[in-house]
């Protein structure tokens, strides 16, 4: 398959009242994944990274600039991107069997090929024996696995992640990261990873690229040649993720001092 | 082994004998007070019969036929009202919800016209259709409609937009949105308005019986009272609280079944 571009993005977000100035939320966004990567995108809470994923899924239409999918243009949502949410997003009425065909119901898929595929891909992320539980009766990181097998079953050709794993517990989180290498390894599928952890992103990716906030643009495309699987412990590993950590905390140290600047000088003050 | 399960079933129905024995436990006491103050002269029994007498009565009327016709005819009208007010509030809600510039330019009028009562607007449908059943199954149609209405569309403004989203990425059509999401996500709530509606049925029936009409449980109480037959009338209210109860027990046990996934007992 092709590259994914991302070309120029920007997008501004026009508030309600009319005297609030509109809020620029993504700057001169600009980079470009090999089919097959895995990158993660990092950067503080608020830098619109979250924003960018829902762009590239087509769920938000940026206010200039173009995403490819090699040739094509992307201008809403597609199968092509399977999106797993921070929410999980899974349907509460529906089993956990019956969410995972979710895709392939909306697609027509006839429901034998339905059951079979989506039966494959709950055995892929070790839900076999929850296929008829509700979500409400998952725990944490089982929900997280259904959304998997859901966006995976209808075989898009990229993934695309956002904070997925940032509600569970430490242990569950990184089961769910090595399973979801392997799963990567398995799909060969290309993913895209939003994240807040830097130790999550530099484990899991081929690529991280880092976003600063006040308008989210990208700080650094930074690409982690250590091989799989990955080692947190050595100093290498541990090296990268300062590196990475120190772009962030810079950041982040910059943008208080222009958030108190701005309070002082705009009408913020009350 | 058997002579353990045995027991275990045993301890496990007593436990439940026990707790509906608690949760009824002031109604038991209610009945006995009833019954005891006007028997020692505490009470004008004249005025209050007694839990007994009424039963007597409720006796009576199921072996003379007469609660047959009665409690018939007033389960007609409000099964028609409230069976009006779904197929016509439902759909209704499912639309006005789905678009927000038709809920802002109705909502005015629908917090308005919900505020009228239905009551106060008797005298005006009785105007236009009579005092027959027209007139009665109408007025329960306006009063159960408003809260089928307003659930119907709160349960559309409230379904999770993230649910929304995910469908879209998969390819979902507009229609497969509302198939697949929207109605079934507003289920509940839709639910939730149809016993509101039943209750709200309930009472205007008795008033339009009170008002216009010659058979039925409020043309019952009415009746009674006015020819003096106390237990009667008492018996006609009981009844009235008990299709009250039955209603909303049945709709009730409809929402636990639709939405069973609800519960969480797993985990």
């Not at chain 2, 007994?52 to 036929?65: D, P, R």
């Not at chain 2, 999770?160 to 979902?172: E, F, N, Q, W």
């Amino acid at each position: 398959m092709e590259k994914i571009l991302i070309k120029d993005i920007g997008h501004v977000y026009k508030q309600q009242s009319k005297n609030k100035n509109p809020i620029k939320i993504l700057e001169g966004i600009n980079f470009e994944i090999d089919q097959g990567q895995f990158v993660s995108i990092v950067g503080p809470s608020g830098c619109g990274k979250s924003t960018l994923l829902h762009i590239i899924g087509g769920l938000i239409k940026p206010t200039s600039g173009r995403v490819f999918m090699g040739a094509n243009q992307v201008t809403g949502p597609g199968k092509d991107r399977g999106v797993v949410f921070q929410g999980y997003a899974l349907l509460p009425w529906r089993s956990v069997l019956s969410n995972v065909e979710l895709g392939l119901e909306i697609n027509k898929v006839p429901r034998k090929i339905r059951k079979e595929l989506a039966r494959e891909f709950l055995s892929l992320v070790g839900l076999s024996n929850f296929e008829k539980y509700y979500p409400s009766q998952l725990s944490g990181g089982m929900k997280q696995r259904a959304a998997i097998a859901r966006a995976l079953v209808y075989d898009p050709k990229i993934l695309l992640m956002d904070e997925p794993f940032s509600a569970l517990d430490a242990q569950t989180r990184e089961i769910l990261q090595t399973e979801l290498l392997g799963i990567w390894s398995k799909t060969k599928k290309t993913i895209i990873f939003i994240t807040h952890s830097v130790e999550e992103a530099v484990f899991l990716s081929d690529k991280v690229i880092v976003m600063g906030s006040h308008p989210g643009r990208i700080i650094r495309n930074i690409p982690i040649n250590l091989p799989y699987p990955r080692n947190r412990s050595l100093g290498e590993f541990q090296q990268i993720r300062e590196k990475i950590w120190e772009e962030i905390r810079d950041e982040a140290k910059l943008n208080t001092m222009s958030i108190i600047h701005e309070r002082y000088e705009g009408n913020e003050v009350t | 082994m058997k002579g353990m399960r045995v027991m275990r079933l045993l301890k496990k129905t007593s436990i439940k004998l026990l707790s509906f024995a608690y949760s009824n436990l002031l109604i038991v006491v209610l009945l006995a007070l009833w019954q005891l103050l006007p028997s020692l002269g505490l009470l004008k029994i004249a005025y209050v019969s007694t839990p007994y007498e009424v039963f007597i009565s409720i006796l009576t009327m199921a072996q003379n036929g007469e609660l047959k016709v009665h409690l018939l005819i007033s389960l007609e009208r409000i099964l028609s009202g409230l069976i009006m007010a779904v197929i016509f509030g439902v759909p209704l809600g499912l639309f006005i919800g789905r678009f927000i510039r038709i809920e802002q330019l109705l909502d005015p009028i629908l917090q308005l016209s919900r505020q009228i009562s239905a009551l106060a607007l008797f005298p005006v449908f009785i105007l236009f259709l009579g005092i027959g059943e027209t007139s009665k199954v109408v007025i329960i149609f306006w009063a159960s409609l408003w809260p089928v209405l307003i659930n119907t569309i709160n349960g559309v403004k409230g379904v999770d937009p993230l649910y929304i989203k995910s469908v879209l990425t998969m390819g979902a059509t507009k229609r497969m949105v509302f198939t697949k999401v929207i109605l079934p996500a507003s289920m509940p709530p839709i639910l939730t308005g149809i016993r509101l509606a039943s209750a709200y049925a309930v009472m205007v029936l008795v008033a339009a019986e009170m008002i216009g009409a010659n058979s039925g449980l409020g043309f019952l109480v009415t009746n009674s009272q006015e020819t003096f037959k106390i237990p009667q009338m008492y018996a006609a209210i009981v009844l009235l609280a008990l299709l009250g109860v039955t209603l909303n027990f049945i709709i009730y046990r409809i929402e636990k079944k639709i939405t069973r996934w609800r519960e969480s007992d797993a985990w």
